[in-house]
């Protein structure tokens, strides 16, 4: 029995010890294994930079999600996170005035050097590394561009509209809050060569047709533009043939690395745009969306009814890469726009009005080598519109359409020697009908045309570098079959590096611009006109003072030729006698004018400092009528334009830009004379009278918030911070006893605070 109870105790004390021995020496081999593995780290370093330039970002806000650390860009741009746990990690990157940024990393115990670009604004972007540098034209004298962040700020927060950011550029003449319509050396908007993506963008406003004192806002949301380019002078006329400048907006690509969403509300408008991947990195969408709620502001607050339209626009973007050599996009815009005024009931007052615009486009570009590129095009674009007056009658009703095929070609022949070329072919088509009297509408008569047109043209050009001097010798044929005209359009740039901080650019050339159809098939149209004709001739020198300031000076002279007129559209005083607006005169080819000027431009652009621009002009626009020998001062004739626009980033998360513009405005248009009294009368003498001085100081500030992987933007703009009351043309009415003109001048926006807010996830 012994034996039995001191066996199991033997063996019961050796396994015990054994157990402990043993599990000690797996504690002592496991557990260094286990320390390793809970404590391991690696650095993070890198740079962000900005997409398009990549100049380096200081003071950027970097943080690492899971362990949450952050760190701020130096001067360069650089950042680095030490003892940061290997694995999967994810790093948020927040600067004011740029894209929320998520980037997904893993990290290995070698650690992760990452380049991060951030693209300006807040909406669509591609996270990946493509510099685009700048959108300078080679030759063009008189250029400027904006970058997304700059459209978004001088845009306005009232009504987000780019054209209204372009009215602060060099050279531009814009003085009347209501239009986002804009001239540029004395052309106004109908002779502007104005694309999107490459594609005629003429019927993309918001718009209330047929009324002289109404309003504009561009279809085109600010969040969804990368960029827009304005040509000032002679150009590459590669579009559409028109005498003025061109103005080119190019709209964003979705993000290819991951879906991301925005959410915009302020004081009259609300938009939502989201975009995202497609197979992989192979492609991405976007889609915007933006209803407005102006008319309830311009009722409300600003008491007035006359400009109170609402509307609502949609865009969408899908681009994809077959492969390498293949790159595909579509895109859709559609707007819409409604006039409506309650307790209207009479056949002179506008009571409802609506106007639609689209656009459709398709785009194939094949890279068949290294030097040689395609780009096939597909584009249907118009418009129509709607008016009725106080009795629910049709007074104004209207379609316009451009469809059209274009192919573009880009051959690298050699060193320094590049070819451009391509051709069209457009159906235009419009349908006008007018009562004799529109109720706003000046021009008296009616309208009943339905006509189309196939229009067909062709360009071709040669850049060729010799060392420091590019020259662009180019031309372009059109046929327009409505009127049968054949036009050829040749042009010259040069473009001298004198040496890395001087550039000599020289440019001529002739446009041409065929008639609208109401001037060749409308009740006061006239069959056998011909294309309108412009020389320009610019010399420009432009410099650089550092890395991040230049300037630009640039002379030009605009010779212009068979300019389209419509004779006794004004009132006017002949020998002593007024004698009323003509109701049966026809369009015809009788003026010949010129345009004159000096512009300069200091620009600075430095993400981490004072950026911006001051810029001048000097200039002046006068035509003849060489039938009646007339000579006079043009519609968009503005002697002097001042516009000053500065940015500073106070810290990542807040900004603080300014606006300040100033025109010594335009004329009146017709035969109006003022007296020193205030009072307007009936004249001998066209455009003598002047709309007085346009003056005008916008604020805006703007502070961010983040929180987990989501960002808030709080803005605040004050528009006319002054308060300045400025004023605008409308259609006077006039006493045929007295002679006087009553009213020929309105009041525009009086001091405007708006609120709104921008949320990223």
Known sequence: MSLALSSPARVTHGTVGTFVRATMALLLLVAPSSTVAQTATAAITGVVVDARTSQPLAGALVEVKSPPQSAVTDMEGRFRFDAVPVGSRELLVSLVGYAFAKYEIELTLEGVTQTIPLTEGTAAYNESMTVQGSAREAGVAGQQSLGSAELRQLGGMTLDDPLRAVQSLSGVNASDDFYGELAVRGNGFRQLNYTLDGVPARFLLHTIKLVADGGSVSMINSDVLDHAALLRGAYSQRFDQRLGAALGFVSSEGSRERARYNLTASGTSVSMTADGPLRATRGSWLVSARRSYLDVFLNRVLQDSSQAFGFADLFSKVVYDPSERHHIETSLLLGRSLFEKDHVDSPEDLERATHVGWMATAAWRHTLSPKLALTHRVFLTGESYDNRDGLDAQVGTGRAADSGYRMDLGYTAGTGRVFEGGWSIERLESREQHAFQVPGWPIFGGEDFDSHAVKVGGYGQLAWTVRSVTLTPGGRIDRYGLTDDWSVSPWL?????????????????????????????????????????????????????????????????????????????????????????????????????????????????????????????????????????????????????????????????????????????????????????????????????????????????????????????????????????????????????????????????????????????
Do not use: C
């Open 493 to 761: 740039q040069v473009d001298w590096r004198a040496s890395p901080d001087l550039t000599v650019a020289f440019n001529t050339g002739l446009h041409h611009q065929f008639p609208e159809f109401a001037e060749v098939v409308g009740r006061r149209g006239q069959a056998g006109l011909h294309p309108e004709r412009a020389t320009p001739l610019d010399i420009g020198v432009e410099g650089r003072l550092s890395a991040t300031t230049q300037w630009q000076v640039t002379v030009y002279d605009r010779e212009e030729r068979d300019v389209v007129d419509l004779p006794d559209q004004y009132v006017r005083l002949v020998d002593g006698v007024l004698r009323p607006q003509s109701i049966t005169s026809r369009y015809d080819n009788r003026l010949e004018g010129s345009s004159r000027g000096v512009e300069l431009m200091l620009q600075r652009k430095s993400p981490g400092a004072l950026s911006g621009w001051i810029a001048y002009s000097f200039a002046r626009t006068r035509y003849k009528d060489h039938v009646t020998g007339e000579i006079f001062d043009g519609d968009f004739d503005q002697r002097h334009t001042l516009s000053v626009f500065g940015r500073r980033r106070l810290s990542d998360r807040m900004s603080v830009n300014s606006r300040w513009r100033f025109g010594s405005n335009r004329p009146i248009a017709g035969y109006l004379e003022s007296l020193p009294d205030g009072r307007f009368f009936v004249g001998a003498a066209r455009n003598a009278a002047r709309v007085p001085a346009y003056f005008r100081w916008d604020v805006r500030v703007d502070r961010t918030y983040t929180w987990g992987s989501r960002r808030l933007t709080l803005f605040g703009e004050v528009a006319n911070l002054l308060d300045r009351e400025n004023f605008r043309q409308v259609p006077p009415l006039i006493d045929f006893r007295t002679g006087e003109a009553f009213e020929p001048l309105q009041s525009m926006f009086p001091i405007l605070p708006s609120v709104g807010a921008t949320l990223e996830f």
